[in-house]
């Protein structure tokens, strides 16, 4: 296991890696400067603005200096905003968006097996019909579509609930709510398919013959059992989350970490983008990473044949 | 294992409920103690209230409401007196003496006229790569010690005492003293930029103030407040208690927060312009900004005068404002927008007249062929217009090909680039026709007209006219204002005439405004917003 762990941290620093430089050179590649205002600078100080933020040297040296920082965990400056570091904006960014993630997960995962479980025992009844049609919606409903009608809908027509902003815990009902619809969705599916398939195995069969009620029978074997194929999509639903999360939060107006990533690259903020890019990258390869490793908690044999390798 | 899963879940839940309750207090309800409060959006929080080194609109409102310069603009974008409580022009116009009030920053400290010495020549100092310190050049030798070819105490910005400051310019201009009110010319306290080096207005209790308010809140990409503050000389005058500024980017959210009565005053999408048409509400912003074509002389077609004005006519500019770009736009028939003032409060276009180009299919069928016949030029070429990427723009580029088409049977290839991409390509002239536009620097008509020199940077077509050239030489250093401005009248019309540009629109924004907000004024030059004399009646 250990070696397992050790190997997959080796890769998932080359995939780092490929990544941050990738997007080093591209980004470069961008037509214009991170100056403002091109038009109206004279040129002598538009040289040395940009030689003040290195930009003056050729793209190969920039590249290995930002490394070299980078090792030294520094992300550099934001040229947009005066005296702030990639840092700081990234941190102050982390708390919204993290709470958001974390909140749309839980809500949605919860909220997704309970409704196939219930689907899957009920099939054929409305309740299934019911967690089908939520489930195709939500899984073809692109979340800013959810979020901008819930805003309207829920914020101004109903006035129940904030339209948008950050503050209280009411602020993040709606934006939760928009982000778990994919997740609801697709547990939900995973979820009614395994379980009746579980129920049909032979050991719910034993499990009923030597007496346990029903109750237990789904929750300490069916349930189990059927949760292993969802944690598997747990990867591609983060994925999910963290890309939704970037539009959902400018819906909202959240103070998250998604806007940087479209007005980084629309001003040209170098240190910026490269920032968000890592951070962004190192949560996606991250994530996948403990849900592999989560997924051979839940089902022992993938860690066996994991470790033999 | 089931156990182990369940307390991995509980230890989650918990950690979830732990962040909800970092999120903070809800700030967006107004006061019920009668408090004057006031909620604004911006679609993105201030980048840099360094006011020596700022460059973007959010930052210059900002500063233009907690700083104030030696003037600042008024309802009717007249500078009135700020921290100059008087002035003495010379005869020849070019020795400024200002007497500066008793006003004190926010620490009490007095503002002295070394405050406003200091700030100038920060900003003219190559060192601090300022991207606006070129609004200081009409001061003498302020251009020489930016671009490194003159010293800073060759700049003529003198502290004669405490409370007198003296400012010697390169040339007579009639707009010096409403250009004191921008952002770059505001004072700042040596000792605080000093003390705080490069984090200096990173933080609100990073800067001190001289304005009507005082920035008390800064939640980074959040919010912001200001509070009245209360060593403001004038603060009688000033009535708001507080103002909270939400950042709101989506366009959507804005009018969800407005039409639920969180926020009294956001800009008005144009998604929207219909359900509000005509509500009591609506303010129109008209910015000095113009929208025009540009055209390459180098270009054997677009070379003929008659040419060009026959395109400049064929297209209907009051559709293109009212049924496609929907902004509170008006149709433009010369260079200069409305919102330029000449002498006495007038305006430009008032004092020259009129507009010179009108929407005559007709007419610009029989000019196209009288300039083709000049020009001995037998078949109509395909041309190409350069332009934006962004939606609006497209639409409006898609409108000017289907005009052009239509009146004049001219084939139009659309050439939709990013902003940076098109700048470059009209650098090196490699374009037919460009779609662009123009924001003045400062309230005056030699902001627009000074592009089209002959040899002029941003004069990217080629046009040259010796006539023009002279009169906008003659008028950079004229110090009888009333010729000048006559002069500048002639200019106009002669580009008008050559057809060197067919003005489009003069821009405007629209804005949702409670109708309990009274006297917020808005500006076509530097700061858009000014909240001193704003107040809240009838909410």
Same mark, same amino acid.
């Given at each position: 296991?250990?070696?397992?762990?050790?190997?997959?941290?080796?890769?998932?620093?080359?995939?780092?890696?490929?990544?941050?430089?990738?997007?080093?050179?591209?980004?470069?590649?961008?037509?214009?400067?991170?100056?403002?205002?091109?038009?109206?600078?004279?040129?002598?100080?538009?040289?040395?603005?940009?030689?003040?933020?290195?930009?003056?040297?050729?793209?190969?040296?920039?590249?290995?200096?930002?490394?070299?920082?980078?090792?030294?965990?520094?992300?550099?400056?934001?040229?947009?905003?005066?005296?702030?570091?990639?840092?700081?904006?990234? @941190?102050?960014?982390?708390? *919204?968006?993290?709470?958001?993630?974390?909140? +749309? !997960?839980?809500?949605?995962? #919860?909220?997704?097996? &309970?409704?196939?479980?219930?689907?899957?025992?009920?099939?054929?009844?409305?309740?299934?019909?019911?967690?089908?049609?939520?489930?195709?919606?939500?899984?073809?409903?692109?979340?800013?579509?959810?979020?901008?009608?819930?805003?309207?809908?829920?914020?101004?027509?109903?006035?129940?609930?904030?339209?948008?902003?950050?503050?209280?815990?009411?602020?993040?009902?709606?934006?939760?709510?928009?982000?778990?619809?994919?997740?609801?969705?697709?547990?939900?599916?995973?979820?009614?398919?395994?379980?009746?398939?579980?129920?049909?195995?032979?050991? @719910?069969?034993?499990?009923? *013959?030597?007496?346990?009620?029903?109750?237990? +029978? !789904?929750?300490?074997?069916? #349930?189990?059992?059927? &949760?292993?194929?969802?944690?598997?999509?747990?990867?591609?639903?983060?994925?999910?989350?963290?890309?939704?999360?970037?539009?959902?939060?400018?819906?909202?107006?959240?103070?998250?970490?998604?806007?940087?990533?479209?007005?980084?690259?629309?001003?040209?903020?170098?240190?910026?983008?490269?920032?968000?890019?890592?951070?962004?990258?190192?949560?996606?390869?991250?994530?996948?990473?403990?849900?592999?490793?989560?997924?051979?908690?839940?089902?022992?044999?993938?860690?066996?044949?994991?470790?033999?390798? | 294992?089931?156990?182990?899963?369940?307390?991995?879940?509980?230890?989650?839940?918990?950690?979830?409920?732990?962040?909800?309750?970092?999120?903070?207090?809800?700030?967006?309800?107004?006061?019920?103690?009668?408090?004057?409060?006031?909620?604004?959006?911006?679609?993105?929080?201030?980048?840099?209230?360094?006011?020596?080194?700022?460059?973007?609109?959010?930052?210059?409102?900002?500063?233009?409401?907690?700083?104030?310069?030696?003037?600042?603009?008024?309802?009717?974008?007249?500078?009135?007196?700020?921290?100059?409580?008087?002035?003495?022009?010379?005869?020849?116009?070019?020795?400024?003496?200002?007497?500066?009030?008793?006003?004190?920053?926010?620490?009490?400290?007095?503002?002295?006229?070394?405050?406003?010495?200091?700030?100038?020549?920060?900003?003219?100092?190559?060192?601090?790569?300022?991207?606006?310190?070129?609004?200081?050049?009409?001061?003498?030798?302020?251009?020489?010690?930016?671009?490194?070819?003159?010293?800073?105490?060759?700049?003529?910005?003198?502290?004669?005492?405490?409370?007198?400051?003296?400012?010697?310019?390169?040339?007579?201009?009639?707009?010096?003293?409403?250009?004191?009110?921008?952002?770059?010319?505001?004072?700042?306290?040596?000792?605080?930029?000093?003390?705080?080096?490069?984090?200096?207005?990173?933080?609100?209790?990073?800067?001190?103030?001289?304005?009507?308010?005082?920035?008390?809140?800064?939640?980074?990409?959040?919010?912001?407040?200001?509070?009245?503050?209360?060593?403001?000389?004038?603060?009688?005058?000033?009535?708001?208690?507080?103002?909270?500024?939400?950042?709101?980017?989506?366009?959507?959210?804005?009018?969800?927060?407005?039409?639920?009565?969180?926020?009294?005053?956001?800009?008005?999408?144009?998604?929207?312009?219909?359900?509000?048409?005509?509500?009591?509400?609506?303010?129109?912003?008209?910015?000095?900004?113009?929208?025009?074509?540009?055209?390459?002389?180098?270009?054997?077609?677009?070379?003929?005068?008659?040419?060009?004005?026959?395109?400049?006519?064929?297209?209907?500019?009051?559709?293109?404002?009212?049924?496609?770009?929907?902004?509170?736009?008006?149709?433009?028939?010369?260079?200069?927008?409305?919102?330029?003032?000449?002498?006495?409060?007038?305006?430009?276009?008032?004092?020259?007249?009129?507009?010179?180009?009108?929407?005559?299919?007709?007419?610009?069928?029989?000019?196209?062929?009288?300039?083709?016949?000049?020009?001995?030029?037998?078949?109509?070429?395909?041309?190409?217009?350069?332009?934006?990427?962004?939606?609006?723009?497209?639409?409006?580029?898609?409108?000017?090909?289907?005009?052009?088409?239509?009146?004049?049977?001219?084939?139009?290839?659309?050439?939709?680039?990013?902003?940076?991409?098109?700048?470059?390509?009209?650098?090196?002239?490699?374009?037919?026709?460009?779609?662009?536009?123009?924001?003045?620097?400062?309230?005056?008509?030699?902001?627009?007209?000074?592009?089209?020199?002959?040899?002029?940077?941003?004069?990217?077509?080629?046009?040259?006219?010796?006539?023009?050239?002279?009169?906008?030489?003659?008028?950079?250093?004229?110090?009888?204002?009333?010729?000048?401005?006559?002069?500048?009248?002639?200019?106009?019309?002669?580009?008008?005439?050559?057809?060197?540009?067919?003005?489009?629109?003069?821009?405007?924004?629209?804005?949702?405004?409670?109708?309990?907000?009274?006297?917020?004024?808005?500006?076509?030059?530097?700061?858009?917003?000014?909240?001193?004399?704003?107040?809240?009646?009838?909410?």
């Amino acid at each position: 296991m250990g070696r397992y762990i050790l190997q997959r941290m080796a890769y998932m620093l080359i995939t780092l890696w490929v990544i941050i430089t990738f997007t080093f050179f591209l980004m470069h590649l961008m037509p214009g400067s991170p100056l403002q205002n091109v038009e109206k600078i004279p040129e002598e100080l538009q040289e040395a603005i940009l030689k003040e933020y290195g930009l003056d040297k050729p793209l190969p040296v920039q590249y290995v200096q930002f490394l070299g920082n980078l090792a030294q965990g520094s992300l550099g400056y934001s040229y947009k905003y005066d005296g702030r570091s990639v840092t700081d904006l990234l @941190m102050q960014g982390f708390p *919204a968006s993290a709470q958001l993630g974390i909140q +749309s !997960i839980i809500f949605g995962s #919860l909220v997704g097996v &309970l409704l196939g479980s219930i689907a899957a025992l009920r099939r054929g009844t409305w309740v299934d019909n019911t967690a089908n049609v939520i489930s195709v919606l939500g899984y073809s409903v692109p979340s800013f579509v959810i979020a901008t009608l819930l805003s309207y809908y829920v914020g101004v027509k109903w006035g129940i609930l904030p339209t948008g902003l950050w503050g209280s815990f009411q602020h993040t009902i709606l934006p939760t709510l928009s982000l778990s619809f994919l997740v609801i969705a697709t547990i939900a599916r995973y979820i009614r398919t395994e379980m009746l398939e579980v129920l049909g195995q032979d050991y @719910m069969k034993t499990a009923k *013959a030597k007496g346990l009620s029903r109750t237990a +029978s !789904i929750g300490r074997h069916a #349930l189990r059992n059927a &949760l292993i194929p969802a944690v598997t999509v747990m990867g591609p639903l983060v994925i999910g989350l963290i890309t939704g999360s970037l539009v959902v939060e400018q819906i909202f107006a959240v103070p998250g970490m998604g806007w940087m990533f479209v007005e980084s690259i629309q001003v040209k903020d170098y240190t910026v983008i490269m920032g968000v890019t890592i951070f962004y990258s190192a949560l996606l390869i991250i994530s996948i990473f403990l849900i592999d490793i989560l997924y051979g908690v839940i089902d022992p044999r993938i860690r066996i044949s994991g470790a033999k390798e | 294992m089931g156990k182990k899963f369940n307390v991995a879940l509980a230890l989650l839940l918990v950690a979830s409920l732990a962040l909800t309750a970092c999120g903070g207090v809800d700030q967006s309800q107004g006061g019920s103690s009668g408090k004057q409060v006031l909620n604004l959006t911006e679609t993105q929080e201030p980048p840099g209230l360094d006011s020596s080194k700022t460059t973007d609109t959010v930052s210059f409102s900002v500063l233009n409401n907690v700083m104030e310069g030696l003037y600042r603009l008024d309802k009717n974008n007249e500078p009135v007196e700020g921290m100059a409580e008087s002035v003495d022009i010379s005869k020849d116009k070019k020795t400024y003496t200002f007497k500066l009030r008793d006003a004190k920053w926010s620490d009490g400290e007095p503002v002295k006229a070394q405050d406003f010495e200091y700030s100038w020549k920060r900003a003219l100092d190559p060192k601090t790569k300022s991207e606006y310190a070129y609004m200081l050049y009409p001061i003498k030798g302020a251009e020489a010690y930016n671009s490194k070819k003159g010293k800073a105490d060759d700049v003529g910005v003198k502290a004669l005492d405490d409370k007198t400051l003296e400012v010697k310019l390169e040339q007579p201009i009639p707009y010096f003293l409403g250009l004191t009110a921008f952002a770059t010319f505001n004072p700042l306290r040596q000792d605080i930029v000093e003390e705080h080096g490069e984090k200096y207005a990173t933080e609100p209790d990073k800067m001190v103030y001289n304005g009507p308010f005082v920035l008390s809140e800064w939640n980074h990409n959040k919010d912001f407040q200001y509070k009245k503050n209360d060593n403001y000389w004038d603060k009688k005058t000033v009535k708001l208690d507080e103002i909270n500024v939400s950042i709101v980017k989506d366009m959507n959210q804005k009018m969800n927060l407005y039409s639920t009565g969180k926020v009294d005053f956001t800009s008005l999408g144009e998604d929207y312009v219909d359900k509000y048409q005509g509500k009591p509400d609506v303010y129109q912003h008209n910015e000095a900004t113009n929208f025009y074509l540009q055209f390459n002389t180098n270009n054997e077609f677009l070379d003929n005068a008659k040419i060009r004005k026959a395109i400049s006519m064929a297209i209907d500019r009051k559709t293109l404002t009212d049924k496609i770009s929907k902004n509170g736009s008006v149709p433009a028939g010369a260079l200069v927008p409305p919102a330029v003032q000449g002498p006495e409060g007038k305006s430009f276009r008032d004092l020259a007249g009129k507009e010179y180009i009108k929407h005559d299919p007709k007419e610009a069928k029989k000019l196209l062929e009288e300039g083709m016949k000049e020009a001995g030029i037998k078949k109509i070429p395909k041309l190409e217009l350069l332009g934006y990427d962004s939606s609006g723009a497209k639409k409006d580029q898609e409108f000017i090909k289907e005009q052009l088409n239509k009146n004049l049977g001219i084939d139009v290839d659309l050439r939709p680039m990013s902003f940076d991409q098109k700048l470059k390509l009209e650098s090196a002239g490699d374009f037919q026709i460009s779609y662009a536009g123009w924001g003045a620097d400062y309230n005056d008509p030699m902001t627009f007209l000074d592009l089209w020199v002959t040899g002029g940077s941003f004069n990217r077509g080629d046009w040259s006219n010796k006539e023009y050239d002279k009169l906008i030489k003659k008028s950079k250093t004229n110090p009888d204002f009333d010729e000048r401005i006559k002069d500048l009248v002639k200019a106009e019309e002669l580009l008008m005439e050559e057809a060197a540009i067919a003005p489009l629109y003069y821009r405007s924004q629209l804005f949702l405004r409670q109708t309990y907000v009274k006297d917020l004024y808005t500006h076509p030059f530097g700061a858009d917003f000014s909240y001193k004399w704003a107040h809240i009646e009838g909410k």
